[in-house]
């Protein structure tokens, strides 16, 4: 099992991520500093296209981002496309179709699946209560698996664990050597919502659909990330002014809560043997980082 110990502080960051930004609906990323288990909040950032995102990822330095979207597919559906044996080869695959190829793979593939089984779930997703990577319509999270993996794979950010040795520090991407400097770990800020919430809807895109009980359910949520709740659980414990706080409560998409709470996440897995990652892992599929996916 491998440690790893950064020199204090340590650049943090969650990513709340869409399939297509705009300035409806950007990209939320949460930057935070994590310093002797202190995580200190400074503010959020917006990208509202690719081209932001991208120079985003490309921001050299030592950071962290926990990013709230599948980073890999199910084992079965890699398997009966023959898309590859490991992760970088079935990216490369999937990052040489347009957007439109990749959609119209998953929608033949799902024709031919019995009623009941037509999405798959990765072991991951099963523990932690999350759909399948596959859906692409209603929540799209295949489309964000299909912007996002591809843009990170360009980037030679390290990705646990597909690129995990479990001994060495660095990996070979693309012919080259890219040093475990900035990485990026799949985060699901829905696992920490829940243990306060349960399924109670804490947000909503629509601005017609927010409501007083999702903003109090909101307020709720922070209220533990300030407590000593969080340091029970992710072994952090937040610093964030109350003016900082009240904005990110008023955001009624629920997107600057769920990017703080991916740094969140991202802050407890960097304290964590291989980030928290089991050993036995499925490489081809992929880990979500959260205290709870260990305790399953």
Same mark, same amino acid.
């Given at each position: ?83 590859? @044996? %490991?992760?970088?080869?079935?990216? &490369?695959?999937? =990052?040489?179709? !347009?957007?439109? #190829?990749? $959609? ?98 804490? @947000? %909503?895109?629509?601005?017609?659909? &927010?409501?007083? =009980?999702?903003? !109090?359910?909101? #307020?709720? $949520? ?75």
């Amino acid at each position: 099992m491998r440690q790893y110990f950064y020199s204090d502080p340590l650049r943090i960051l969650g990513v709340d991520f869409t399939s297509s930004p705009r300035v409806a609906k950007p990209i939320v990323v949460s930057n935070c500093q994590l310093k002797n288990a202190q995580l200190t909040y400074l503010g959020m950032d917006e990208y509202t296209d690719w081209q932001g995102f991208e120079a985003f990822l490309a921001q050299s330095g030592a950071w962290v981002v926990g990013m709230d979207f599948p980073m890999g597919m199910p084992r079965r559906l890699i398997e009966a496309l023959g898309w590859g @044996k %490991n992760w970088q080869e079935y990216v &490369q695959l999937v =990052a040489g179709m !347009s957007r439109d #190829e990749f $959609v119209a793979t998953l929608d033949q593939y799902r024709l031919n699946q019995p009623m009941g089984d037509k999405e798959h779930r990765r072991y991951a997703d099963v523990l932690a209560g999350a759909i399948s990577p596959m859906k692409l319509y209603v929540v799209p999270v295949g489309k964000m698996f299909y912007e996002g993996v591809k843009r990170l794979w360009r980037s030679q950010i390290y990705i646990p664990p597909f690129y995990f040795d479990w001994v060495d520090q660095a990996f070979e991407i693309s012919g080259t050597k890219a040093i475990e400097q900035r990485v990026a770990l799949e985060t699901y800020p829905a696992l920490a919502v829940r243990r306060w919430l349960g399924r109670t809807s804490y @947000k %909503n895109d629509n601005k017609r659909k &927010q409501t007083e =009980a999702m903003r !109090s359910a909101r #307020e709720e $949520v922070m209220r533990r990330l300030r407590s000593p709740d969080l340091v029970d659980i992710y072994g952090v414990s937040l610093v964030i002014e109350d003016q900082a706080a009240a904005e990110i409560v008023s955001d009624g998409s629920g997107d600057q809560l769920d990017a703080l709470i991916c740094a969140i996440q991202a802050a407890w897995a960097v304290g964590q043997p291989n980030y928290g990652i089991p050993e036995n892992c499925d490489r081809l599929e992929g880990w979500i980082v959260d205290p709870s996916m260990l305790r399953k």
